[in-house]
């Protein structure tokens, strides 16, 4: 997972960069709200190719998703291996139980 490391360090970097030069900083400048606009467009994305069922083009369209998440992330300065704990937190654990023990 070492491609999530370097794109956390490429957000981060992005944070302080121009957002008529870069397309991460332009997301920033927009706030919250406006990434989670360019989440919920590719999770549509995601969901047409594969009711199409192209692999190809369900394999882009997630890496779509996955980076604008991770722009999320990095814009709440949440760090992508906090996520991955959570789900090394949960590995194993049947998820009607680990849905039962959320607060």
């Known amino acids: 997972m070492n491609i999530m490391n370097e794109l956390a360090d490429v957000l981060i970097d992005r944070k302080g960069a121009d957002p008529d030069s870069?397309?991460?900083a332009s997301l920033y400048a927009k706030g919250?709200?406006?990434?989670?606009?360019?989440?919920d467009e590719e999770s549509g994305e995601?969901?047409?190719?594969a009711t199409a069922g192209k692999a190809h083009d369900v394999i882009h369209e997630t890496a779509d998703l996955w980076f604008h998440s991770l722009v999320l992330l990095s814009y709440l300065?949440?760090?992508?291996?906090e996520v991955f704990s959570e789900l090394?937190?949960?590995?194993?654990?049947s998820g009607h139980e680990e849905?039962?023990?959320r607060k």
Do not use: C, N, Q, T
């Open 22 to 24: 870069s397309y991460v």
């Open 32 to 39: 919250s709200a406006g990434i989670l606009e360019k989440i």
């Open 46 to 49: 995601l969901a047409e190719a």
């Open 77 to 81: 300065d949440i760090h992508p291996a």
């Open 88 to 93: 090394e937190r949960r590995f194993g654990v």
């Open 99 to 101: 849905k039962a023990g």
